[in-house]
């Protein structure tokens, strides 16, 4: 077998061969592993969470009209969950925040690379008590220019926390994850609290449509000067048309029409009825009048029914019951007498006498029907007029109802929207801390004040160098072989000139032992040595 193609054994060969070479090499790749841990910066990540429970989307703006329905929360999408990302690592936020820490004297990170640009003069400069306590509030005050120094060195401090600060949103999730590296915990956690304390103080003021509390006062006196007018309008209209509830007196009129209306159809009936029973009666009275003396009867008994009861003219009833009977007997007469004898001309003198006196009864009678049928009439005249009255009424009601319909719509309207503005105003002039406040973004994780440094992890990089460094060494090595063209073993002369290998000589030599005791520095240095 060519041996060539062991490739274990020619793995070995190489290794041992240049082992010096991979013990100095890993030795420093292992020197460098344990020193890096102590000689890398120490950072810590100080972690934290915010939930963003919804969205809200304003209905109108501070200067409309306010109502129930002014804003609308729904859940946020993925556009909404970077808006707030940004609005989170925004450079004014964290610019503020660094600022009110300084300013507190919470926030002194190490001097980095930006800090040694701008110099220790000028540190001393911007940090020197006269200037921090006399100089920049009274140029603040006078709406001067700030001081440029410390603008400059705040601007480098932010941008060294916009370098450190990670935010991010958890994939398909609504939260979102702050992740800030800094050498001081108790620095980097109080700077991160104050960022999520500025952040929703920030985000309820871009999302607030409240205005200054003057806007309030006028907006109410405006509200309270037309409600009061419009209740006043309301009043005078109900007192022009002279009622208070103009729906209640419309049912009633409405049901006094029908009364009214089953009333005048009974009148006119018995009006036509007695028209009627009139023009016959005179008829037959007429018909009566040129009657001879045996015609007795006459066509109507003037009978009246009431309730289906029957009341009949007595007066009437007797007269003809007379007059009938003095018909028939003078008919009965007239077979025994001569019609000129005394007996007979007395007995036509009585039915003379009575049937004028039953006319003149009849007559009376006639005369009666008539002018009750003139009272029967009047009251059909009444109640027309009464019933014509009423709806008129009910007209001028109903165009009332309808002015305080239109009315009520607006007081109801402004009841509304006075009800929500004074609902408004209570909670623009309770001033309550951002904690208190029922907003739709929460910290969901606050920070808290790490350990453990986040970097440098020795028990990362000791073994990572470790490792590494073994693997540089071998590479070294087998770069080393790779351009060394020395014969190693007879099978490479055979190979590359064609000519037999008639002798091998090994060579004897022993490496001399480590005279030194085990796990000792000297017995080391001869390990590194040979």
């Known amino acids: 077998m060519n041996p060539k193609e062991n490739y274990l054994h020619e793995f070995f060969r190489i290794f041992f061969a240049n082992k010096q070479l991979v013990k100095r090499v890993f030795l420093i790749f292992a020197v460098i592993a344990l020193v890096l841990p102590l000689v890398l910066k120490q950072s810590f990540d100080i972690t934290a969470q915010v939930i963003v429970q919804s969205k809200k989307l304003s209905q109108g703006d501070a200067t409309t009209s306010l109502t129930v329905d002014n804003a609308t929360f729904i859940p946020p999408s993925l556009a909404d969950m970077e808006t707030e990302s940004n609005i989170l690592r925004s450079p004014a936020l964290i610019r503020q925040t660094i600022s009110e820490l300084r300013d507190k004297g919470e926030y002194n990170p190490p001097v980095g690379v930006f800090a040694k640009l701008v110099g220790e003069p000028f ?51 609504n939260v979102i994850s702050i992740i800030y590296s800094f050498p001081d915990p108790h620095q980097g956690t109080t700077f991160v609290a104050a960022l999520l304390q500025n952040y929703l103080v920030s985000r309820q003021a871009l999302q607030s449509i409240d205005l200054p509390q003057s806007f309030y006062e006028t907006k109410k006196h405006l509200y309270q000067v037309r409600l009061d007018g419009l209740e006043g309008n309301r009043q005078a209209l109900l007192e022009s048309v002279g009622s208070s509830d103009p729906k209640e007196e419309i049912t009633f009129r409405l049901n006094a029409i029908n009364t009214e209306e089953q009333a005048l159809n009974l009148y006119q009936d018995r009006l036509l009825q007695s028209q009627r029973w009139l023009e016959y009666l005179k008829t037959a009275l007429a018909a009566a009048s040129t009657n001879k003396l045996n015609d007795y009867t006459f066509p109507y008994t003037f009978t009246t029914t009431v309730d289906n009861v029957a009341f009949e003219d007595r007066e009437v009833k007797q007269l003809g019951e007379q007059l009938t009977t003095q018909v028939s007997r003078y008919m009965n007469d007239l077979a025994v007498f001569q019609p000129g004898s005394e007996p007979m001309l007395l007995t036509r003198e009585q039915i003379a006498r009575t049937r004028q006196q039953f006319l003149k009864v009849v007559s009376n009678r006639i005369q009666e029907r008539t002018n009750d049928l003139a009272v029967v009439q009047q009251v059909i005249d009444q109640k027309t007029a009464r019933i014509a009255e009423f709806k008129n009424r009910i007209h001028t009601l109903q165009q009332t109802q309808s002015k305080l319909r239109q009315m009520d719509t607006e007081i109801d309207a402004l009841h509304t929207a006075f009800s929500t503005y004074a609902q408004r105003f209570a909670e623009s002039s309770t001033v309550g801390s951002i904690n208190d406040d029922l907003s739709n973004a929460k910290v969901l994780s606050p920070p808290i004040e790490p350990s453990e440094p986040a970097f440098p992890k020795p028990l990362l990089i000791i073994p990572f160098g470790l490792f590494t460094g073994l693997l540089l060494a071998i590479a070294l090595v087998y770069v080393r072989e790779f351009f060394d063209h020395r014969f190693k073993h007879p099978a490479q002369i055979t190979h590359e000139l064609g000519l037999p290998v008639l002798l091998v000589i090994n060579d004897e030599n022993v490496l001399p032992r480590n005279p030194h005791k085990n796990w000792t520095v000297p017995s080391f240095v001869h390990w590194v040595r040979n």
């Open 123 to 173: 540190r001393r400069y911007v940090t020197s008590p006269l200037r921090q306590y006399l100089i920049n509030p009274l140029r603040n005050m006078l709406g001067l220019q700030t001081d440029p120094v410390r603008d400059t060195v705040l601007d480098g401090l932010t941008q060294d926390a916009i370098n450190s600060l990670k935010i991010e949103t958890l994939p398909g999730s």
